[in-house]
């Protein structure tokens, strides 16, 4: 069983940062993609970035160039950087594991963005 723990949300105005962090603990195989989520009031979960167990990342368009996606292998823990953020990235984040053929879920932290 593997536990996922988010942390790094909260409050920012436009054009702020913030980081958040998700650390992967339990019994833990190996773990291949690692990645963020999120979902607004009235839409669907999307994806925001990921990174697989190489370093090759992906992200998706609204995002490029403000988010970066980073993971620490000996902590199995991913990081998501976000820089210069819009109004439209508040969402609760969730964090994805996959690891041995499994999916697992953090529990969500929010992120809002207004002045």
């Known amino acids: 069983q593997v536990q996922l723990v988010e942390s790094g949300g909260g409050l920012v105005q436009p054009g702020g940062s913030l980081r958040l962090s998700c650390a992967a603990s339990?019994?833990?195989?190996?773990?291949?993609?690692m990645g963020w989520y999120r979902q607004a009031p009235g839409k669907q979960r999307e994806l925001v970035a990921n990174?697989?167990?190489?370093?090759?990342?992906n992200y998706a368009d609204s995002v490029k160039g403000r988010f970066t996606i980073s993971r620490d292998n000996a902590k199995n823990t991913v990081y998501l950087q976000m820089n210069s953020l819009k109004p439209e990235d508040t969402a609760v984040y969730y964090c994805?594991?996959?690891?041995?053929?499994?999916?697992?879920w953090g529990q969500g932290t929010q992120v809002t963005v207004s002045s």
């Open positions: 990174i697989i167990s190489g370093g090759s990342t």
């Open positions: 339990g019994t833990i195989f190996r773990i291949n993609t």
């Open positions: 994805r594991v996959v690891a041995g053929m499994v999916n697992y």
